[in-house]
């Protein structure tokens, strides 16, 4: 995940959608986008054109899913949220993003 999260920030979206499976999913508050068709426009139109970053993380490992609590800054959706992520081996296979 911080591979991702970085990745994310850095607004490198060959990097970020190679941390998903290709069978991933992604809903973003209820938008969901499947598979890296799905995640490659997720990640350009929500993460590259809002040039969203996150910030101020903190964590929780509940055994299986990763909650990243974070606040959100770009040119779209500002303030917090939560990324709860899933993953299959060393990717990602769901990420889940909802308003903290």
């Known amino acids: 995940m911080t591979d ?5 920030n850095s607004q490198n979206a ?22 890296f068709p799905g995640i490659t426009l997720w990640i350009e139109k929500w993460i590259i ?3 969203v970053q996150f910030t101020d993380l903190l964590h929780a490992w509940d055994g299986s899913d990763l909650a990243v609590h974070t606040q959100v800054h770009g040119d779209g959706y500002n303030g917090p ?20």
């Open 4 to 8: 991702a999260l970085h990745a994310a």
């Open 14 to 35: 060959y990097a970020l959608t190679r941390c998903f499976h290709p069978d991933a999913d992604v809903d973003a508050w209820g938008m969901l986008f499947e598979g």
């Open 49 to 51: 054109e809002n040039r």
């Open 81 to 100: 949220a939560t990324l709860t992520f899933s993953t299959r081996g060393d990717t990602i296979s769901a990420l889940r993003i909802t308003t903290a």
